[in-house]
């Protein structure tokens, strides 16, 4: 079986697209940076390194980010149609949970709910 393209991906790559998608909404790269580092358990030193090694998400999640959120299961909702609680792989879960933190940003939603606080 095949893994996703997703997973070979730089995550530099979609860290921009992240960035631009907040900023069209009238949110920050601060804001983007805060729940990034909220979830995969990095200082801001370290989101810069992995952004500037180009470092692909199966890397990012397997071996990079030392501490994962432990709160990261209270993100639920759906993204690209699909349930992130339900789905079954763990590191598609990890980058989905991104999505949607990404999404919940956009939306407008306050940071303290989307850092589940």
């Given at each position: 079986m095949t893994k996703p393209r997703i997973?070979?991906?730089?995550?530099?790559?979609?860290?921009?697209?992240?960035?631009?998608?907040?900023?069209?909404?009238?949110?920050?790269?601060?804001?983007?940076?805060?729940?990034?580092?909220w979830l995969l358990g990095v200082s801001q030193e370290d989101l810069d390194g992995h952004i500037a090694a180009m470092t692909t998400f199966e890397d990012l999640f397997a071996a990079q980010a030392p501490t994962l959120n432990p709160n990261r299961w209270l993100i639920t909702g759906v993204v690209c149609g699909v349930r992130v609680e339900a789905i079954e792989e763990p590191l598609m879960r990890?980058?989905?949970?991104?999505?949607?933190?990404?999404?919940?940003?956009?939306?407008?939603?306050?940071?303290?709910?989307v850092l589940r606080a």
């Open positions: 997973y070979g991906m730089s995550f530099a790559g979609v860290y921009r697209l992240y960035i631009a998608k907040a900023e069209r909404k009238g949110r920050t790269k601060a804001e983007v940076d805060e729940a990034l580092r990890e980058i989905r949970y991104m999505d949607k933190l990404i999404d919940e940003l956009a939306k407008g939603k306050a940071m303290a709910k």
